[in-house]
Each structure stands twice: as structure tokens, then as C-alpha cells.
T-cell receptor, first 108, second 114 residues
Framework: GIQVEQSPPDLILQEGANSTLRCNFS?????LQWFHQNPWGQLINLFY???GTKQNGRLSATTVATERYSLLYISSSQTTDSGVYFC??????????FGAGTRLFVKA | DGGITQSPKYLFRKEGQNVTLSCEQN?????MYWYRQDPGQGLRLIYY???????QKGDIAEGYSVSREKKESFPLTVTSAQKNPTAFYLC?????????????FGPGTRLTVL
């Protein structure tokens, strides 16, 4: 089955810093989503981005489907950005495959 | 407000007991999902339902059972056959359940076996 690898596994930032999270996948995908899981466990959709670039405030994402990777950019990080960021892909059908996540801690 | 609710937030179970986790959505979504998350790991699919009275096993269905009698409800029962049930359980829903649909998640239930 498809493999989804996220890097880095852990990231510590000073408030105000920028960061790039990466998601590599091993096969073609119909769907790619980025989620943020807050410290209480709630998962929030950030982007639905099987290809192209999207921006939402301080966050933006780019997926290069032909090269099988996606990037999530966080600019001017805030303490509330802390948590785990997941990349999830779907190759068709009902099953979504999640990566192991990038754990982000933003220091005040 | 539209959304997905899960209850209880925390659940403690003795070994050998069955427990049922509730998941309700008022988004009028057809598809619903149950995932398990272990510490430091991603989500793994337990069961999936695309329509009422129909559901399919995911990657780790052994020791779990579900029902889908109503569109808005998809309860998960963790049976005594599940060898290591302590985990965080997340329910999700999607409009059509196809590969291009966005999934929306509930707040989760933390199950601990004593």
C-alpha cells in the first residue's frame, strides 16, 4: 500500500519563526489533506490540496503531485500553532492513509 | 451548530468488559469513520460506513463492532476480544465518502483499560 512519510518528526520553534513541514507519498493520490491536532486531541482541517498551492492566513500549502510531495508552510508562528500536523492521502476508495505526524512546539 | 459529537470524553473499562463509544453528527453527511490513535502515532481506520445499514472493516477491525441504523449515528463497541484497547478514538464524517471528500473529526474519546 501507499506509504506516507512526514518530516521532521519533531520541531521546536521560537514564537515568530517560520517553518516548513514536508509530506512524501509513494503513489499517485486523489486527495491530500493537512490536519492540525491540538493538545486536546481535536483534529482540524487545514487544507484539502491534491495539487497546487493554497493559502489561509499565516498558513499555506503546496502539493506537487507529479513529484509526490506536499509542503505546509507556517509563517510567524504562534504558541497556538503547537500540536501535531498530519498529512493524509487517499488513492481511491474510502480509505485515507495518515502519516505519523510532525510534532510542533512553539515557545513564547 | 453543525458538527460531530463524541461521548464520553474519557472512559475507563475493566478487562473483559464491552464498552460503546458514541458518535453523532448533524452535518447530514453520508459517510462516517472510526479511527484509533496510539501515543505518538498517526490514525488507523477501524470501520467505515458510507450509507445507513452498511459498513466495512478498516485495517484494524478485530475486536471492534459498529452499527449504522441512523444516518447521524455511528456507535463503536470495543469488545473484550480487543487485546489492547487503551487508545484515543476519533470519529469522522464526510459528505459523500468518496476519495475526494474532506473528513471532519469529532473531539475524541480516551479509553483506558484498568
Amino acid at each position: 500500500g501507499i506509504q506516507v512519510e512526514q518530516s521532521p518528526p519533531d520541531l521546536i520553534l521560537q514564537e515568530g519563526a517560520n517553518s516548513t513541514l514536508r509530506c512524501n507519498f509513494s503513489d499517485s493520490v486523489n486527495n491530500l489533506q493537512w490536519f492540525h491536532q491540538n493538545p486536546w486531541g481535536q483534529l482540524i482541517n487545514l487544507f484539502y490540496i491534491p495539487s497546487g498551492t493554497k493559502q489561509n492566513g499565516r498558513l499555506s500549502a503546496t502539493t506537487v503531485a507529479t513529484e509526490r510531495y506536499s509542503l505546509l508552510y507556517i509563517s510567524s508562528s504562534q504558541t497556538t500553532d503547537s500540536g501535531v500536523y498530519f498529512c493524509a492521502v487517499n488513492t481511491g476508495g474510502f480509505k485515507t492513509i495518515f502519516g505519523a505526524g510532525t510534532r510542533l512546539f512553539v515557545k513564547a | 451548530d453543525g458538527g460531530i459529537t463524541q461521548s464520553p470524553k474519557y472512559l475507563f473499562r475493566k478487562e473483559g468488559q464491552n464498552v460503546t463509544l458514541s458518535c453523532e453528527q448533524n452535518l447530514n453527511h453520508d459517510a462516517m469513520y472510526w479511527y484509533r490513535q496510539d501515543p505518538g502515532q498517526g490514525l488507523r481506520l477501524i470501520y467505515y460506513s458510507q450509507i445507513v445499514n452498511d459498513f466495512q472493516k478498516g485495517d484494524i477491525a478485530e475486536g471492534y463492532s459498529v452499527s449504522r441504523e441512523k444516518k447521524e449515528s455511528f456507535p463503536l463497541t470495543v469488545t473484550s476480544a480487543q487485546k489492547n484497547p487503551t487508545a484515543f478514538y476519533l470519529c469522522a464524517s464526510a459528505n459523500g465518502g468518496t476519495s475526494t471528500d474532506t473528513q471532519y473529526f469529532g473531539p475524541g474519546t480516551r479509553l483506558t483499560v484498568l
